[in-house]
């Protein structure tokens, strides 16, 4: 393990950077998307239902490696060029803001009613409600299950590999299959994976505490 | 906390080695071969040509599966049976280390590197590597790639071949050689690059595309088997030899190479 570690560590600490980077990013747009697409599911306007738990639907229900594949191989085809780190960042990205939806919704729904309703009879509107009132009290809420969510993007960014991403899980494939040393490449990046997601568990724990 | 994490990490990794504390390297491969009247081979899934599944029947089917099935009869006699499993690039040397196949005739180049894992029988095949490029591509050998993205295949050695003849080429490694090709329509590269023999198959199933630059390595190909394995290696050679004799050999390409336009196939031809 350390063996193949020092030979190769441009490599893996390269493709921990890619891993990283994709990581953050979809988790910041994930984050945003998600929350606007919890909101319109909960939306008193029918239409902005429909659209929202549409958008949910979809994107909870295909797998990850299939709309990373779409974005990949057919946008480029028909619309515009993007490389495999974007396509696998868009697919992290979709993908994950529809489970971020739902747990955000779940929060927004656990929030009694009478915070609305307290709200509203204060003067403020819905959307003012909304903004100040219940989203703060719901992201506290889900702060543990928001968390698995990070996580599990985290992991799933590996979906990179199959895009050329340059990702950990690209980089481990390419090193085991020039030194055939399969257990140890796979090893050493499991590690590495490890070194990302523990700390954001932790961190998250850490502000559940802090918060709740 | 820290103490159940280490215990934790030493208890996975001492159940992922016994997995592959099984040492094959001790039984004789021939010997198992012969008892169970059967050689189970890895070969390619997505390669016209040389192994590529019918979608009619499921079956393999191409020059690699046709000659392990020769191999197989030279080696068992005519009872003997020849099981097939699809392999990639990635996945041929692990499935071979691990035992779950005797052997892997699967487009793969004897190379010092994989020397050192595996052994090889004799080149049953010598290809060379090329390129595939879109029919109004503006390279035309390897040395316009510099500055441009290649389409490779991980775990096949045309990855580091490209690097050392173009230095500034950037390289990207896709799965199989079907992802490779969609990924090349969909100009995620340039320029798609491995055996001649691979590519030309690829040309066939894409028209819009066509093989050029010529051969700027040599790729004998080998029928793989595991470390020591040298009964089952000089098995394989004298079947191979047997073949060249007899014609059988020089049939087989004609069949799979001579409606290939633009193949010279002739030239492939053993005596």
Known sequence: MINIFSHFSNQLLVGLGWTVLSSVIALFFSLIIGTIFAIMEIAPNKTLQVVGRAYVEIFRNIPLLVITMFFYLVIPMYVVKINGFTAGTIGLTLYTSAFIAETVRSGIQSVAGGQMEGARSTGMTYWQAMRYIILPQAFKIVIPPLGNQFVNLVKNSSVLAFVAGFDLMYQANSIASTTFDTINSYLVVGVLYLIITLPLSYYMQHLEKKLA | ?271
């Open chain 2, 1 to 271: 906390m820290k103490k159940k994490f280490w215990l934790f990490s030493l208890l996975a990794s001492l159940l992922l080695l016994t997995g592959c504390g099984r040492s094959l390297s001790d039984q004789s491969v021939l010997d198992n071969v012969k008892r169970t009247n059967t050689i189970s081979w890895g070969v390619k899934g997505d390669v016209k040509l040389f192994g590529l599944i019918d979608v009619k029947d499921g079956q393999q089917k191409g020059f690699d599966v046709d000659m392990a099935k020769a191999i197989t009869r030279h080696i068992l006699g005519p009872t003997g049976k020849a099981e097939f499993t699809t392999t990639t690039s990635q996945s041929r040397v692990p499935l071979l280390k691990n035992g779950n196949v005797d052997a892997v005739i699967a487009t793969m180049s004897i190379t010092p590197e994989r020397k050192k894992v595996i052994s090889f029988s004799k080149s049953y095949f010598d290809a060379g590597q090329s390129l595939l490029v879109p029919k109004n591509s503006p390279i035309h050998s390897v040395k316009d790639l510099n500055g441009k993205t290649v389409i490779g295949v991980v775990g096949a050695n045309s990855v580091a071949n490209v690097k050392k003849v173009a230095p500034k080429a950037r390289v990207i490694e896709l799965q199989d050689y079907a992802q490779a090709m969609n990924a090349l329509k969909s100009h995620q590269g340039d320029a798609l690059t491995t055996d001649n023999g691979i590519l030309f198959g690829l040309a066939v199933q894409n028209p819009g595309f066509q093989v050029r630059g010529g051969t700027f390595t040599v790729e004998p190909y080998g029928v793989a088997v595991n470390k020591g394995q040298t009964g089952f290696t000089e098995a394989v050679d004298k079947a191979v030899l047997e073949m060249q004799h007899d014609g059988e050999y020089n049939r087989l390409i004609k069949k799979w190479f001579g409606d290939v336009p633009g193949f010279k196939y002739k030239e492939l031809y053993r005596k």
